[in-house]
Structures are given as structure tokens and as C-alpha cells.
């Protein structure tokens, strides 16, 4: 499996400092440590490790700091532990993996940061892919009007269908489906896309995109104000005058108008939380598996060869389980979305003989 072999290939890091009583270098393998390190941004793609060989793609840095920008590529901090333009990356605390500048009394001082990082790139990365993939599959459509679709406008068909007829339609009703279509197709295969880059380590894949808590927030709040925006005066109607209920749970305490409101922010923070941790949680299910080999392996190398074929195994299954939830986290997401312009977008609908 890929994933183990590069693990295999990277070993602990060794630092000025890090000493055993004999004096040699040396450091324990640290399993969070390591996991934590695959799993969050940063301003390097790093690749492998093998002896005191360091591959890595470095960044664009572009900080704004006293009235001043400053760019430079990210290979200038030396991996991580050097200083430059007084500015160094921060190597614990809250603001660990980000870049600061240290005041005259010590202080941390985060200046405005837009560096390119590994996400950011990412993101750029899948973004493009997907342009380049729909430009040519319209051209296709444009070729092959009168002929059964082929290549890669085949393989995408049924999913572009399938979102179309079994959720927007479904969802939203075939009246208003056409305002929100496009955002749900963008948003369902910028997700699976980043989805099944993320679980494919090897440069430009590997990137936690969706496993980032900023990115699903993001995504997750177009959901919430497209939602707001485009609802109309009965869903509203619903929130602050919810038709059927007592109106003692009205007024003079506006109970259920409170509970309807904050219902409307917590829908888009369940779906913010919900793909960040899923997709999380199988980076790290993968990465404590293979760090298991390494762990036994601190005590001898026969349990670390020992260990090595139960976890490269298990870590196997979940790679294969990662691309099914590559593919239900973008439709959950997708569908929930679909769900909530539905609701906004509901007409009401008078009772028969009501005048």
C-alpha cells in the first residue's frame, strides 16, 4: 500500500537536542506527533524522509507585517527551524505550524498571513482538475449530441444525473431545482475530488482539504446564506409564526421562534462538523494503523516486521473504506444541502374547501 510505504520511508525526524545518555541523536517515534503532522496544513509538501535526505515541495510565503509585505518561498525556515526576515514557524503552543514573529518582549505576533500552503494548493489543484474535466465534458455533449456519450463524459453522466433526479429534483421539486443545481454538482465533486486526492498520498494528492475544519465552514456557510437568501416569506413564516403550535409557546416567551432560529445555525454547523470529522477520522484510523509497526518496532524489530502485516492490512480495509465515504460524505453533504434550499424554497399550500 502506498500510504505505508511512504510511511515506512519517513522516519522520525532527528533535531539538535534530541539526546540520549550515550550522546547520539536520537529520538522516540511519537505516533500523534506523526499522525498530527500528515493530517494539518502547512507551508511544505513534504514527500519522504530516508536518513538525513529531506524531499519536499516548498510554498510561497506571503506575509503583510508593519505596513509591509514580505514574500519569500517557505524552503528559507529550513524545514521548520530557522528563522527568517525575523519571522519563524512556531513550534508549539497555539499557534504551532504557523508562522509568527517574535517582539522585543517574547511575544507571538501573528502577522496577516495568504502564504500558498499545502491545502491552499490543494484546493487550487482540484479546482482546476474539475474546470478542465466539465470544460471537456460540455465540449463532448456539444460533439456527441446525436451519439451515445463515451470516455470520460460516460463515466460522469450517471453522477450528474444522479444528483440532478435523485437529489435536487427530489429535494427541491422541479419548479426552483434549476436555481440551486449548479452549486449542488460544484459542491458534490469539489468534495469527492478532494475526497479521493486526500487518500492518494503521492504528490499533488495527500492534502487533508476536507478534513479541514476551515474548508467545510466555508462550504458550509455558502449553504447557509444561499439558504437565507434565497428563502422565501412562508419559510421565514415557519421560523416566527410556526403554524399549529399553542400560543403560549409564543408569547410572552417566544419559545419555539427561539428554537426555529437557532435551528437555522445549526444545520450548516452540522454539516461543517460532520465532513471535517469523517474525514479525519479515516486519516487517522490509517495512520495509527501503519504507526503501530513503528511503535512495536521500538521495542524489537521481530514485533515491528511481526505487527507490520496485521496493520498494513487493516490499513488496507480502510483505504478501500475510504473511497466508499469519499463518495457518501460529498452525497451527504450535497443532499443536505438540497434538503435545506427545498425547505426554504417550499410554497405554501392552502387546505382543500379553505377559503
Do not use: C
Amino acid at each position: 500500500m502506498i500510504v505505508a510505504t511512504l510511511l515506512v520511508l519517513s522516519p522520525p525526524k532527528v533535531h539538535a537536542g534530541d539526546k540520549h545518555d550515550d550522546g547520539h541523536h536520537k529520538k522516540e517515534f511519537n505516533a500523534g506527533e506523526k499522525i498530527i503532522e500528515h493530517i494539518v496544513d502547512a507551508y511544505e509538501w513534504h514527500i519522504l524522509d530516508i536518513g538525513d535526505f529531506h524531499l519536499s515541495v516548498p510554498f510561497p510565503v506571503i506575509l503583510y507585517d508593519e505596513g509591509t509585505w514580505h514574500v519569500f518561498m517557505s524552503s528559507k525556515f529550513k524545514h521548520g527551524y530557522a528563522s527568517y526576515k525575523g519571522f519563524e514557524i512556531a513550534k508549539d503552543g497555539e499557534l504551532k505550524g504557523k508562522v509568527i514573529r517574535k517582539a522585543a518582549d517574547g511575544a507571538e505576533i501573528r502577522p496577516l498571513d495568504l502564504s500558498i500552503t499545502k491545502n491552499v494548493f490543494s484546493i487550487f489543484f482540484a479546482s482546476a482538475l474539475i474546470v478542465f474535466i466539465f470544460m471537456s465534458i460540455s465540449k463532448a455533449y456539444k460533439r456527441t449530441r446525436k451519439h451515445a456519450p463515451k470516455g470520460l463524459q460516460s463515466l460522469l453522466e450517471p453522477l450528474i444525473l444522479f444528483i440532478r433526479d435523485e437529489i435536487a429534483i427530489t429535494s427541491i421539486g422541479r419548479k426552483n431545482y434549476e436555481k440551486f443545481l449548479p452549486f449542488l454538482l460544484t459542491v458534490f465533486f469539489f468534495i469527492f475530488f478532494n475526497n479521493l486526492l486526500g487518500i492518494i498520498p503521492i504528490f499533488p494528492g495527500g492534502a487533508n482539504v476536507t478534513g479541514n475544519i476551515a474548508v467545510t465552514g466555508v462550504l458550509a456557510l455558502f449553504t447557509f446564506f444561499i439558504t437565507a437568501i434565497r428563502a422565501n416569506k412562508n419559510y421565514w413564516m415557519h421560523i416566527f409564526n410556526t403554524p399549529g403550535v399553542p400560543w403560549w409557546l409564543k408569547v410572552p416567551i417566544p419559545l419555539m421562534p427561539i428554537i426555529e432560529l437557532v435551528g437555522v445555525f445549526t444545520k450548516p454547523f452540522v454539516l461543517m462538523v460532520r465532513l471535517f470529522a469523517n474525514i479525519t477520522a479515516g486519516h487517522i484510523i490509517i495512520l495509527g494503523f501503519i504507526s503501530l509497526i513503528f511503535v512495536f518496532g521500538q521495542t524489537s524489530i521481530y514485533a515491528g516486521y511481526g505487527i507490520s502485516v496485521i496493520s498494513i492490512t487493516l490499513a488496507i480495509f480502510i483505504f478501500f473504506l475510504e473511497l466508499l465515504v469519499a463518495f457518501i460524505q460529498a452525497y451527504v453533504f450535497t443532499l443536505l444541502s438540497a434538503i435545506y434550499f427545498g425547505m426554504a424554497t417550499e410554497e405554501h399550500h392552502h387546505e382543500e374547501g379553505h377559503h
